[in-house]
């Protein structure tokens, strides 16, 4: 937008432009639990041992907790490659 051409500044867009998609997903998924949709990582979710029914029931159990930690964690990685 600003006319800039440097790599760094691309990696750093690049890793704050995913951080944001994984925040805004994770945000919206109890909306999304209400229209029976989960768009959570299916590997991350079995890994815990829960299932999209988990989601949808509004379970707040440790391992659905673990599992929005999880995902949450991948976004805070890529804050620390923007820094």
């Given amino acids: 937008i600003l006319g800039v051409r440097d790599i760094h ?3 750093a867009a690049s ?5 944001q998609g994984i925040v805004t997903c994770l945000r919206a998924t109890p909306y999304h639990c209400t229209r029976q949709q ?12 829960v299932s999209q029914e988990d989601f949808i029931r509004g379970k707040q159990e440790k391992n659905v907790r673990d599992v929005i930690y999880d995902i949450a964690s ?10």
């Fill in 74 to 83: 991948q976004a805070h990685i890529h804050l620390e490659h923007v820094r």
């Fill in 9 to 11: 500044a691309d990696h």
């Fill in 15 to 19: 890793h704050i432009g995913k951080a």
């Fill in 38 to 49: 989960v768009f959570l990582p299916m590997d991350i979710c079995m890994l815990h041992g």
